[in-house]
């Protein structure tokens, strides 16, 4: 069974095999539709959230989804199953080491 994978930020669709993860599918279709990291969880460069469709994932760092964010529907697309066609938004990774604080003196 095939399931469609609409990346709507990006405007792109993929097809995703039954126990195919959702990054390797993509990578198969030769897209670029989701950043690739290290494809194992660990890097968070993946991260999407899932507006519509159901889907399994394996676990995944409280570090780069929190129990918050995954309630409503972020992932890591490396370590998702997509069980259903589904509509996803990519580019949800925020690079913390290059945040700004910004910090005003009183003197
Ligand atoms: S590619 Fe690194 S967490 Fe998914």
Known sequence: MN???????R??????????LLLQ???K?????INVGCRGGGCGLCKVKILQGRYQTKRMSKAHISAAEQASGF???CRVF????LVIES???EDQSKQTIQVSVVK
Request: hydrophobic content about 40%; charged content about 20%.
């Open 82 to 85: 997509p069980e259903s066609d």
């Open 29 to 33: 279709a030769c897209q670029q539709a």
């Open 91 to 93: 580019d949800h990774f």
């Open 3 to 9: 399931y469609q994978i609409l990346v709507t930020n």
């Open 75 to 77: 992932a890591l697309a």
């Open 11 to 20: 405007e792109q669709t993929f097809v995703v095999k039954q126990g195919e």
């Open 25 to 27: 599918a993509m990578e």
